[in-house]
């Protein structure tokens, strides 16, 4: 890990609050998105990151929320043009595996550009068996056209920083409190994106490669 990595990953500044109408939430940069968690609500959520997504809109929207992290991560993968990079405990399967659109749109990511890849560092002890059977892993092994382009790395014991995930150095995910299940998205903060890249290349640096393919860990 980088000497600087603490400093590096400490949390975003947090946007002050803003009151959205009752018809839809207002998006406007320099506000914060209210959380939205059932029924038609999760509908004006998925729409109001589509926006952020579309006009790259600075703003923090609170992301914390199972449901919502599948939409961030379903947008991400509809926006991305070149990568995506997920630092995380073992890839939560209420977020990856639960909601088909998340790993139909991952595999649609890798399939548009023979260049596109979709790296994932991993911080817990995972049985690798068990981590290639998840649906989400399972869906995209099995599409021989885009192999190669999923890489998994096991960063266990290297670092103990918050979690976080970038969509092409533009756009970020930042777990702001693990136990408490908060984090933050923002697509257009591309200052942020861009540290936690080099964070997540620095996580990664001289660490294990895992081999999908086998029971097998490879060098990097």
């Not at 997920?86 to 550009?113: E, H, S």
């Not at 560092?121 to 190669?148: H, N, Y």
């Not at 670092?159 to 998205?185: C, G, L, P, W």
Request: proline share 5%; hydrophobic share 35%.
């Amino acid at each position: 890990m980088a000497p600087d990595q603490d400093k590096k990953t400490s949390d975003p500044q947090q946007i002050p609050s803003s009151t959205p109408d009752k018809g839809h939430p207002s998006v406007n940069a320099g506000s914060t998105v209210p959380e939205l968690l059932d029924g038609p609500e999760l509908t004006k959520y998925r729409e109001t990151v589509e926006i952020c997504a579309q006009l790259r809109l600075d703003s923090n929207l609170p992301n914390g929320d199972a449901n919502n992290a599948a939409i961030l991560f379903s947008t991400f993968f509809k926006f991305a043009e070149r990568e995506v990079c997920i630092f995380t405990g073992q890839l939560f399967g209420g977020v990856f595996d639960v909601r088909p659109d998340v790993g139909k749109r991952a595999i649609d990511f890798l399939r548009k550009d023979s260049n596109n890849v979709l790296r994932i560092a991993v911080s817990d002890k995972v049985d690798l068996s068990m981590f290639r059977k998840k649906p989400f892993i399972a869906g995209i092994l099995k599409e021989d056209d885009i192999k190669g382009r999923l890489f998994v790395y096991d960063v266990s014991g290297k670092t103990s920083s918050n979690h976080f995930s970038v969509m092409d150095e533009v756009a970020f995910r930042y777990e702001t409190s693990h136990v408490q299940k908060h984090a933050i998205a923002n697509f257009g903060n591309s200052n942020k994106a861009e540290q936690y890249y080099r964070d997540f290349e620095s996580i990664i640096r001289d660490t294990q490669k895992m081999n999908l393919e086998s029971s097998m860990a490879l060098p990097l």
